[in-house]
Nanobody
Framework: QVQLVESGGGLVQAGGSLRLSCAAS????????MGWFRQAPGSEREFVAA????????IYADSVKGRFTISRDNAKNTVYLQMNSLKPEDTAVYYC???????????????WGQGTQVTVSS
């Protein structure tokens, strides 16, 4: 079992920045690919970014490429999502998740956090 707890969400103006954190506990953190997903009201949960076990590989949704950066610190059992140049359409609940494979598909992630709200005002 892996327990995931997100933090760092909040209200920010368009063009601003936020950094989300996801702290993991339980099984070996470095044994998992970590991903970030988001879900806006009335929408499906969508992939945002993922990072490989060592952090050497990352992948992003086209909608956030160049604005968001995913990183991880295996010594601290934490994954981060730095979000810059935020837009109102980035407003959503953001979830971190852990998977055994490097994937963008939500159904292939085994563990999920409870989510943190990000609201971007125009």
């Amino acid at each position: 079992q892996v327990q995931l707890v997100e933090s760092g969400g909040g209200l920010v103006q368009a063009g601003g920045s936020l950094r989300l954190s996801c702290a993991a506990s339980g099984r070996t953190f470095s044994g998992y690919v970590m991903g970030w997903f988001r879900q806006a009201p009335g929408s499906e949960r969508e992939f945002v970014a993922a990072i490989s076990w060592s952090g050497a590989s990352t992948i992003y949704a086209d909608s956030v490429k160049g604005r968001f950066t995913i990183s991880r610190d295996n010594a601290k059992n934490t994954v981060y999502l730095q979000m810059n140049s935020l837009k109102p359409e980035d407003t959503a609940v953001y979830y971190c998740a852990a998977a055994g494979r490097f994937t963008t598909k939500a159904e292939q992630y085994d563990y999920w956090g409870q989510g943190t709200q990000v609201t971007v005002s125009s």
